[in-house]
C-alpha cells in the first residue's frame, strides 16, 4: 500500500488504518492511499505556536522574505518531478504550469515584497498623527504577526498553488501554518511539502501538512489563529459556523466558489479583434484544467442580436480542442479530478437543464486523444443556452464545477450589470470592448459584486493574464457567494496575518519602539557628519543642523532660466492679484535644492548615491529675502542584498528633510533616500 504522509511536529507521520483510496484521474488506476487516523491535531497546533512561530517572530521581513526566495529556488530545482505526478491529477502541461510553477511565482512575489517593510519583525501601519497641540503626544498603528498558526483548507483543483500561494503570505507576515489540501489531489501536495522539508529552509514548526481528514484541528483553534478556507460556499459555512471558531471569534478568509461572468460589449462586431479575444478567452476557462476552477467563466452575457453567432463560434473553437491523456502534446484538455467530479458536474448541469439546452458537447460521450472514457474522468466541454435570463434563477444559482458554461442574451447595458449581480457575489468579471465609456460604466457599476474585473481589448490582450488568473500582488476573493473575503493583494494579505495596535505616547518614545524617526522626536547632534557614518554606525534620529541660507531674487531667476520652470508665480509680478502669493515665490524645487545644498557632506565617504525621493511638502512660501536652514535626521534604515560576490554590501537609508525659515516655521519636509555603504563587505 502506497500510503501518503502527514508532516506533523517535525516529522513525517503515516496515519492508522487503510485510509481513502487516490485514483489516477486519467488511467482510474489506484495509486495512493491517504489517512490522518490517529494524528494529534491538538498536538500540531501546540507545536506551530509554541516551535514555529517564535522562530518566525524573531526574523524580520528582509530575512522572512530571503527565506521565501531561497524556497522558490530550490522548489525550482524539482519541476520535473512535479510535472510528472500533476499529470496524474488530469492536468495537462500548461494545467500543471499554473498550479506548479504560478505557485513558485507567488514565493519569488512575496520574497520581493519583503522590500516594501522595514528590518524589523513588526510593521508601522499608516502614517503617524499628532494628537497634541505642543506635538508632545501621537499616535501610531503597528502590526505584528500574530502569536498563533494559520490553517489553511484548501481545494482538489490547484494542489500546489493552493498551498504556496498563501503560505507565502502568512510566512512573510511570520506565522507558521498548517496546510490541509483536498484528499482527492493531496499526492502532489505531499510531493512538493517532501522536497520543502527536505531543504531545510524553513524554521521548525513552520509548515506542516495533513493528508486526510482535518479531524478535530478546527476545536482548538483560537483568537491567535486565522483559518483561510477554498471550496464551495457550503461547505465553508459549515466551517465557519463551527461553535469553537464563533466563540472565540477566530478569523475565517473565504474564497468560494462562485458564478463568475464575461460581458461582450454592444459595440463589438465579428470582424474587430475583441471578437476573436472574447472567443479565445471563453474556450480558454472552459478548457483550462477541464473548468475546474473557482474562477472559471461559469456565465456569458452577449447582447441579444449576436446570440446565435457568438455561440457558433464557441462551438467552433470548442469542437479544435483535443481532449484525452494530458501526456500527449497535442492534448489541450486533460481529465478532471476523478469519477466523482464528474458525477457531480453532471448533476449539476441536469438543474440547469431545466431552463437551457445544450448547444455544443454531449453528456455521454466525448471524443479522447490516448485515452478510454470508461476509465479515465473525462467528460466533453458543455456550452449552454438560456434565452430568458432575467427569468431563470438556476443559471445565476447552480454551478457545474467542470467544462460547463452557459451563454444568454441581454438588452443593454444596465441589464447586463444586473444579470451580472444575480450571481449574487463573484470572484471576478470580464468585459470585452473596444469602447472606454462602456468599460467604465461596467467596471464601476458592476464592482460591487465582484472582487476582480478584467477590461479586455486589443490594447492589452496579448499581455494580459487572463480572466481567471488570480495574481499574487492583487486582492482575490469577492463579496456574498464567493466567500466574503480576500487573500493575496500584496501587503494588503500580510496584514491579515498581523494585529494592528494603535500605539500613542511622545514622538521620541514612538520613534524608539518603532525604529522609524517620528516628526517632534529627539534628535541626535554629533560632530561626525551623519554622511560620514557608514550604514551600520548610523541610528535612527542622528541629525545635522546646518548652517543658513538666504533666497534672493537672482537665486529664484536663475533657477527659472536654469530648469525653464518659468510658471507665473515664480518670475511675474504683475500676475498675483487673486493668488496666495504677495510677490513672485521661490520655486519648490529651488528650495529642496538648496537644502541639499546645505545638507550635504561634498567629501567621498560612505553614501554612494542619491536613491530618490518617497514624499515631498511645500507648506508656506518662500519669497526673496527669507533665509532658510536644514534639520536632516536619519529617518529609517533598510538592509539591501548583494546581487553577487563582487557587489558592494550596503543598504538604503531614509533621511527626514525639515526645511525651516527665519521663523522656526517649516516651509517643507520630504523623505530623501541615500544608498550607504556598510563597513563590513
Known sequence: MNKLGNYANGKWVYGEGDGQALFNAVTGEEIFRATSQGIDFKGMLDFGRKVGNPALRKMTFQERGRMLKSLALHLRNHLDKFYSISYLTGATKADSWIDIEGGIGNLFSYASLRKKFPDTSFSIDGEGLNLSKNNTFMGQHILVPKEGVAVHINAFNFPVWGMLEKIAVNLLAGMPAIVKPATITSYLTECVMKEIVASGILPDGSLQLICGSAGDLLDHVTAQDVITFTGSASTGLK???????????????????????????EDVKPDMPEWDI????????????????????????????????????????????PIGDPRNEKV??????????????KTQVQKLLASSQIVYGSLDSVELVDADSKKGAFMSPLLLLNQTPVHADPVHTVEAFGPVSTIMPYKNMDEAVELSKKGKGSLCSTIVTANDQIAKEYAISAATHHGRILILNRDCAKESTGHGSPLPMLVHGGPGRAGGGEEMGGIRGVKHYMQRSALQGSPTTITAITDIYQPHAQQTEEIIHPFRKYFEELAIGDTVVTHKRTITETDIVNFANLSWDHF?????????????????????????????????????GPVLLNYGIEECRFLKPVYAGTTIGVRLTCKEKVEQDKKDDADVAKGIVKWYVDVYDDTGESVAIATILTMVKKINQ
Open 239 to 265: 466551517l465557519k459556523s463551527r461553535p469553537n471558531i464563533l466563540e472565540q471569534n477566530v478569523p475565517f478568509n473565504m474564497e468560494a466558489d462562485s458564478l463568475n461572468c464575461i460581458v461582450l460589449g
Open 278 to 321: 472574447f472567443i479565445r478567452e471563453i474556450r480558454k476557462e472552459m478548457t483550462v484544467k477541464a473548468g475546474q476552477k473557482c474562477t472559471a467563466i461559469r456565465r456569458i452575457f452577449v447582447p441579444g442580436n449576436k446570440i446565435e453567432e457568438v455561440w457558433k463560434a464557441i462551438s467552433k473553437a470548442l469542437s479544435q480542442t
Open 568 to 604: 507665473y508665480a515664480h518670475t511675474d509680478h504683475t500676475s498675483l492679484e487673486g493668488t496666495v502669493f504677495e510677490k513672485p515665490v521661490a520655486h519648490g524645487y529651488l528650495i529642496l535644492s538648496a537644502a541639499a545644498g546645505l545638507f550635504v557632506d561634498a567629501r567621498k
Open 332 to 345: 489541450r484538455m486533460g481529465a478532471l479530478a476523478g469519477h466523482i467530479q464528474v458525477l457531480e458536474v
